[in-house]
């Protein structure tokens, strides 16, 4: 019984949270009870992600399953920023900006803090590859400072904007940029994304053996990897869209405790992100801190480098500015972030104070978005 309970509720959350998506998007006028239900299904859904991803993950290897759940979460998040901005408004404006930063905010200090503090508490001493780690931690910087720092200080135009031509360089240096990256994790220099296991040798170029990869547990079939890719990409769908029906019950609960309305947008974003968060602290638990870096910065990246291109496209065809340059108070906690990220990953290996400074950063930005 147990066993069949084990197997059916990855497959039937996702759909259960679809049919509820459907039959409560859009509407403003849902009871306390159906709130409620929707939160129930959403974190479940949560779950039901994480497991599919997981499923997917050890059927292709690393660093693939890392980048699935990335890019998966990535495109929805674009859907979900052009839904919201399509209305216009001021809002609009800084949508893409406030969402971008809070995922870079969240996974390179929320997610990297956390993973290696759990680590750490379980292995003492957590090691990951330095090459694969530098390359991450330098590809988000260049991306985070080209798409958000840099516009505030242009000045072709009398807003924290690109102009026309400005957008279109900075989009497909994204692209590029994003494009390089991936190559050279999966196809280049796999090697210095798998994980890193402490043991005899040195620690940067042990790899882990067949037993440290959970050889014991069977290899899903292509079959059972293709249903849960579907099942993962429906139940991502389903915590956005549900995120999004659950919106205006945290508006009024941000509204309620006295936060300002930009607050909503870290909240959802700590929704979305949240299939990551758990996938990165499950791997940082079994000692695979390269395989949470793998979620975090490829997590960081792709916002970034998928984000920005596909909301300057859109932003041809929707009303408003699209404003991204960040404000000073911003561009210092990104600074920050960055000379803490790359102090963390060049010894190629972590202690709880490494750990303890990015998580003091991450409380450091929702510290700011509660009280600017």
Same mark, same amino acid.
């Given at each position: 019984?147990?066993?069949?309970?084990?197997?059916?509720?990855?497959?039937?959350?996702?759909?259960?949270?679809?049919?509820?998506?459907?039959?409560?998007? &859009?509407?403003?006028?849902?009871?306390?009870?159906?709130?409620?239900?929707?939160?129930?299904?959403?974190?479940?859904?949560?779950?039901?992600?994480?497991?599919?991803?997981?499923?997917? !993950?050890?059927?292709?290897?690393? +660093?693939?399953?890392?980048?699935?759940?990335?890019?998966?979460?990535?495109?929805?998040?674009?859907?979900?920023?052009?839904?919201?901005?399509?209305?216009? /408004?001021? =809002?609009a404006e800084t949508l893409a900006r406030d969402t971008v930063f809070s995922a870079v905010m969240i996974t390179m200090n929320g997610l990297v803090g956390l993973a290696i503090l759990i680590g750490t508490i379980r292995h003492h001493t @957590? $090691?990951? *590859?330095?090459?694969?780690?530098?390359?991450?931690?330098?590809?988000?910087?260049?991306?985070?400072?080209?798409?958000?720092?840099?516009?505030?200080?242009?000045?072709?135009?009398? *807003?924290?904007?690109?102009?026309?031509? #400005?957008?279109?360089?900075?989009?497909?240096?994204?692209?590029?940029?994003?494009?390089?990256?991936?190559?050279? #994790?999966?196809?280049?220099?796999?090697?210095?994304?798998?994980? @890193?296991?402490? &043991?005899?040798?040195?620690?940067?170029?042990?790899?882990?053996?067949? !037993?440290?990869?959970?050889?014991?547990?069977?290899?899903?079939?292509?079959?059972?990897?293709?249903?849960?890719?579907?099942?993962?990409?429906?139940?991502?769908?389903? @915590?956005?869209?549900?995120? =999004?029906?659950?919106? +205006?019950?945290?508006?009024? /609960?941000?509204?309620?405790?006295?936060?300002?309305?930009?607050?909503?947008?870290?909240?959802?974003?700590?929704?979305?992100?949240?299939?990551?968060?758990?996938?990165?602290?499950?791997?940082?638990? $079994? *000692?695979?801190?390269?395989?949470?870096? *793998?979620?975090?910065?490829?997590?960081?990246?792709?916002?970034?480098?998928?984000?920005?291109?596909?909301?300057?496209?859109?932003?041809?065809?929707?009303?408003?500015?699209?404003?991204?340059?960040? &404000?000073?108070?911003?561009?210092?906690?990104?600074?920050?972030?960055?000379?803490?990220?790359?102090?963390?990953?060049?010894?190629?290996?972590?202690?709880?104070?490494?750990?303890?400074?990015?998580?003091?950063?991450?409380?450091?930005?929702?510290?700011?978005?509660?009280? +600017?």
């Amino acid at each position: 019984m147990t066993s069949w309970i084990s197997k059916a509720w990855p497959v039937a959350v996702p759909v259960v949270a679809a049919i509820v998506l459907v039959l409560t998007f &859009g509407r403003h006028d849902l009871p306390t009870a159906v709130v409620v239900l929707v939160a129930v299904v959403l974190a479940g859904t949560v779950l039901a992600a994480v497991h599919h991803a997981e499923v997917v !993950a050890h059927r292709v290897g690393e +660093p693939f399953g890392s980048l699935v759940l990335a890019v998966a979460v990535t495109i929805i998040e674009v859907a979900l920023i052009i839904a919201l901005s399509s209305s216009g /408004g001021a =809002k609009a404006e800084t949508l893409a900006r406030d969402t971008v930063f809070s995922a870079v905010m969240i996974t390179m200090n929320g997610l990297v803090g956390l993973a290696i503090l759990i680590g750490t508490i379980r292995h003492h001493t @957590v $090691r990951f *590859n330095q090459e694969g780690a530098s390359a991450a931690t330098m590809t988000v910087a260049a991306l985070a400072v080209l798409t958000l720092v840099l516009p505030t200080f242009t000045t072709g135009t009398d *807003n924290a904007s690109f102009t026309g031509a #400005q957008l279109v360089f900075v989009a497909i240096a994204s692209l590029a940029l994003y494009g390089l990256f991936v190559f050279t #994790q999966t196809v280049a220099h796999r090697d210095f994304f798998l994980p @890193v296991v402490s &043991g005899p040798g040195p620690s940067s170029t042990r790899r882990p053996s067949a !037993a440290d990869d959970d050889a014991h547990a069977a290899t899903p079939t292509g079959r059972q990897t293709l249903a849960s890719l579907g099942l993962l990409l429906l139940a991502l769908v389903a @915590v956005v869209g549900l995120a =999004k029906v659950e919106s +205006p019950a945290i508006e009024a /609960g941000v509204a309620a405790v006295g936060f300002p309305p930009s607050f909503v947008g870290v909240v959802i974003a700590l929704l979305i992100l949240l299939p990551e968060g758990i996938a990165a602290s499950k791997a940082a638990a $079994r *000692n695979r801190v390269q395989t949470s870096l *793998n979620l975090a910065m490829g997590s960081a990246m792709a916002s970034i480098g998928l984000t920005i291109p596909s909301i300057a496209v859109a932003s041809l065809f929707m009303p408003g500015t699209l404003l991204l340059g960040l &404000g000073s108070a911003q561009i210092v906690l990104l600074a920050l972030t960055v000379v803490a990220a790359v102090l963390t990953v060049l010894p190629g290996r972590a202690t709880r104070l490494q750990g303890g400074v990015h998580l003091v950063v991450f409380a450091a930005f929702i510290v700011l978005s509660i009280a +600017p």
